[in-house]
């Protein structure tokens, strides 16, 4: 069904429009591993914020599509930036994935930020972080 991810992230993180860290949701949590993908979260805010990257017009990759960042470390770092609110979300994985599988986690992803930032109980950003943390462990773990 379109819409459901099929992959395990090995990294959510969520920026906010100034280009700050919102969260980093890890459903692994070794030293390393948080070690790791956090260093990778902050390489994606560079890409973010590179000139190299026009995130509205990228060649033939409709906006609604996460886009390749890098590779490194037996991880591939994808990126989306919603325009309507400036916030982006990086996932990385390491396995092998199609286009469409990566489309669909954004598209979680977004419904599921959205769904907690709506929430009229939420009125505090560490509020936010922790119903998005219950909505990623009950999703992705």
């Not at 591939?76 to 396995?95: A, D, S």
Request: hydrophobic share 40%; aromatic share 10%.
């Amino acid at each position: 069904m379109a819409g459901e991810c099929s992959l395990s992230p090995s990294f959510i993180s969520l920026i906010n429009a100034n280009g700050e860290p919102i969260m980093v949701y890890l459903p692994e949590t070794s030293i390393e591993n948080e070690l790791k993908y956090n260093m990778l979260s902050n390489l994606s805010l560079d890409c973010f914020k590179s000139e190299l990257y026009d995130w509205t017009t990228v060649p033939g990759v409709p906006l609604q599509h996460g886009k390749f960042l890098f590779d490194l470390e037996g991880c591939k770092v994808y990126g989306q930036l919603v325009p309507q609110t400036g916030w982006k979300y990086v996932i990385g994985v390491t396995e092998n994935v199609s286009q469409e599988a990566i489309d669909n986690c954004f598209q979680l992803v977004r419904r599921l930020v959205v769904k907690c930032k709506c929430n009229p109980f939420v009125s505090s950003q560490k509020e936010l972080v922790e119903q998005l943390e219950k909505a990623f462990i009950r999703e992705f773990t």
